[in-house]
């Protein structure tokens, strides 16, 4: 059973701070990860994807990718209110389907102005 | 505008009343996929096709049905519904091959249905 893990949350972050969502997956085979942002009633947006091990930066965003620990993550500075909403972890695992993606079931991140 | 489009946005229906969800992208993509999703059970893949004419189940392919004869249109049939289908629904699809262009999934605007 492919499993991707996300803590639920609530993530409370102050305005202006940094926020940092973590995702564990299980299987060691798994070769590409994404991170998507759903707002409430809204289809899920990529903010970024990753391949290799350590950091890929994208403006406010990077992603942290460590295969030896199965473990990414998502740093969000300078969090703004409009970043509240609910993260989910992807992970395409090798010789899955069309797609192959799993979903981790999402951390709902608030930031307080 | 690049997008994949759903219809009905929102569908309230009866158990056993046969229903079709259409979906639709423009963007000529290769790959399409269902997922639904439900609180606290996140995104699950129903069904995807990789190409026209080839479809294959997802991680929860029971009581629906999907089929793919032109490129830009996938539908979802839910022959006989029932309550424990009702969810919120997404199209998604993207381009063959990696890269920032085929990893690039594209959902559609979803489709709440309510089986009663």
């Known amino acids: 059973q492919k499993e991707v893990e996300q803590n639920s949350g609530p993530l409370s972050v102050p305005e202006g701070a940094i926020a940092s969502l973590n995702c564990t997956y299980s299987?060691?085979?798994?070769?590409?990860f994404f991170w998507y942002r759903q707002y409430s009633g809204k289809s899920p947006e990529l903010i970024m994807f990753?391949?290799?091990?350590g950091d890929k930066e994208d403006g406010r965003f990077t992603a942290q990718l460590n295969k030896a620990s199965q473990y990414v993550s998502l740093l969000i500075r300078d969090s703004q209110p409009s970043d509240s909403a609910t993260y989910l972890c992807?992970?395409?695992?090798?010789?899955?389907?069309?797609?192959?993606?799993?979903f981790g079931k999402g951390t709902h991140l608030i930031i307080q102005p | 505008e690049a997008q994949v489009t759903q219809n009905p946005r929102y569908l309230i229906t009866v158990t056993g009343k046969k229903l079709t969800v259409t979906c639709s992208q423009n963007?000529?993509?290769?790959?399409m996929s269902w997922y639904r999703q439900d609180p606290g059970l996140g995104l699950r893949q129903i069904y995807y096709?990789?190409?026209?004419?080839?479809?294959d189940k997802g991680d929860v392919p029971e009581g629906y049905k999907v089929s793919r004869k032109e490129k830009r249109n996938f539908p979802l049939i839910l022959e006989s519904p029932s309550p424990n289908q009702t969810s919120l629904y997404f199209c998604?699809?993207?381009?063959?091959?990696?890269?920032?262009?085929?990893?690039?999934?594209?959902f559609g605007p979803g489709t709440r249905l309510l089986v009663l």
């Open positions: 990753i391949y290799s091990n």
């Open positions: 299987d060691r085979g798994s070769q590409s």
């Open positions: 998604a699809s993207r381009n063959r091959g990696a890269g920032v262009g085929g990893e690039t999934q594209y």
């Open positions: 992807a992970v395409r695992y090798s010789g899955g389907g069309a797609d192959g993606l799993t």
């Open positions: 096709s990789m190409n026209v004419e080839v479809t």
């Open positions: 963007m000529n993509h290769e790959y």
